[in-house]
């Protein structure tokens, strides 16, 4: 399956962002979907995921109560809604894909979009 994420940007800290995740080439309703993120020298890192009928999400502390995971299998797509943006938000947002399961760890996921940039300022 490819993916392609977008809807990156500059926010102010405290302002909000809404990444996109389009999927093509499979059958997305099989996939768990996933965002991870990747801040300049740091690992890459989860940020939260979606089962394959969006009955069940998970999310990473640090993001907890701020973003909102959601999937339309209809559209083939995953969003991301980013509210009251931390700088420690910044990063490059990663869309990734696993058949039946969602994983926390970056090395068992399967598919990987290009990355969107997010600059969070002060």
């Known amino acids: 399956v490819q993916l392609q994420a977008s809807g990156g940007g500059m926010v102010q800290a405290g302002g909000s962002l809404r990444l996109s995740c389009v999927a093509s080439?499979?059958?997305?309703?099989?996939?768990?979907m996933h965002w991870f993120r990747q801040a300049p020298g740091k690992e890459r890192e989860f940020v939260a995921s979606?089962?394959?009928?969006?009955?069940?999400?998970d999310y990473a502390e640090s993001v907890k109560g701020r973003f909102s995971i959601s999937r339309n299998n209809a559209k083939n797509t995953m969003d991301l809604e980013m509210n009251n943006l931390k700088i420690e938000d910044t990063a490059v947002y990663y869309c990734?894909?696993?058949?039946?399961?969602?994983?926390?760890?970056?090395?068992?996921?399967?598919?990987w979009g290009q990355g969107t940039e997010v600059t969070v300022s002060s």
């Open positions: 990734a894909a696993r058949r039946y399961y969602t994983r926390r760890n970056p090395e068992e996921l399967t598919f």
């Open positions: 080439g499979g059958p997305f309703r099989e996939y768990g």
């Open positions: 979606i089962n394959w009928i969006g009955s069940s999400t």
